[in-house]
């Protein structure tokens, strides 16, 4: 389940629709996909493979050109200056898909009235 959180105003969007209609005025599609089920220990060409459907039709419908499995654990080796990478901002050269299997993420989003150098876009599903 997606939550956004708007500090600004206090408040935090939630229910797949709402966030589905307020992520739209950024630019940003949401949208589940049905759950395959895949043992936690599948191997990245084992995950790209049992997703292979929802993302080669993503690709097509936002210009996407690749995908890849990010499997971040507690146990991950060097985790803390992995994560420590991503304390600061930083951008991508092309819009990404981000298919969340299980646990969370936390991603930033600078709102239209914030200027900012450059403008992406992500679609999560």
Known sequence: MALVKIPAESRTVEGESNVREYLSGAGIDYQVVPTIPLPSSAPA?????????AIEELKARGG??????????????GLDAMLARFNSEHWHDE??????????????????????????SSQAI
Do not use: N
């Open 45 to 53: 060409s084992e995950v790209l493979a049992g997703y292979a459907g």
């Open 64 to 77: 996407y050109t690749t995908a890849d499995v990010i499997d971040v654990k507690a146990e991950t080796p």
């Open 95 to 120: 819009d990404e898909v981000r298919l969340i299997l299980e646990g969370r993420g936390l991603f930033h989003i600078h709102p239209a009235s914030v200027p900012c150098s450059r403008s992406k």
